[in-house]
């Protein structure tokens, strides 16, 4: 399955301080590496078939600019496409505690279909770990993209 990734002028520091980690480490797994500024790359037209889109994390300013229809980066130009289209778009908010602002712009979102998907953790697998919690967010992340893993057990898994 092709993978286009994008990272955010504000994603770069947020990468390096709490992955220790560049936007070249990321770049293997994907298929495909769109700067943000270009904003005629395939991936901001709507005849440009995809899948499914994810933002992760979600800034609130990215959050506001697709709840408000603002497009003035790729990221927030292909997310408006997803949502034009209505091609599923899945956000990750990681922001605590959210403002009146940005429930209404969750809320607003949530109204077209778009998945929230808030970066918290589920107690019910008995996280051990960080990495625990991780693999579950990244596993409800890949369910609601439509694809399989073997990242968490969901609950009671394999009961009738």
């Known amino acids: 399955m092709p993978v286009?990734?994008?990272v955010s002028k504000g994603a770069v520091p947020v990468l390096l301080e709490e992955c220790g980690v560049g936007v070249e480490?990321?770049?293997p797994l994907a298929s495909v590496v769109y700067d943000d500024g270009d904003l005629a790359s395939p991936i901001a037209s709507g005849s440009r078939r995809t899948r499914a889109m994810a933002i992760v994390p979600c800034s609130t300013n990215t959050l506001a600019k697709v709840a408000l229809g603002l497009s003035d980066?790729?990221?927030t130009r292909a997310a408006q496409v997803h949502l034009?289209?209505?091609?599923?778009?899945v956000l990750v908010p990681r922001e605590t505690p959210l403002s009146v602002v940005a429930l209404r712009?969750?809320?607003t979102l949530a109204?077209?279909?778009?998945?929230?998907?808030?970066?918290?953790?589920?107690?019910?697998?008995?996280?051990?770990?960080?990495?625990d919690i991780t693999r579950f967010l990244a596993g409800r992340l890949l369910?609601?993209?439509a694809?399989?893993?073997?990242?968490y057990r969901g609950w009671r898994e394999g009961e009738a």
């Open 4 to 6: 286009a990734l994008v």
């Open 25 to 27: 480490a990321l770049a």
């Open 73 to 75: 980066t790729l990221l």
């Open 84 to 89: 034009k289209e209505h091609r599923p778009l």
């Open 105 to 107: 712009h969750l809320t």
């Open 111 to 131: 109204e077209q279909g778009v998945v929230i998907l808030p970066a918290s953790g589920a107690y019910y697998t008995h996280p051990q770990s960080v990495d």
């Open 143 to 145: 369910d609601h993209l």
């Open 147 to 151: 694809v399989p893993h073997r990242l």
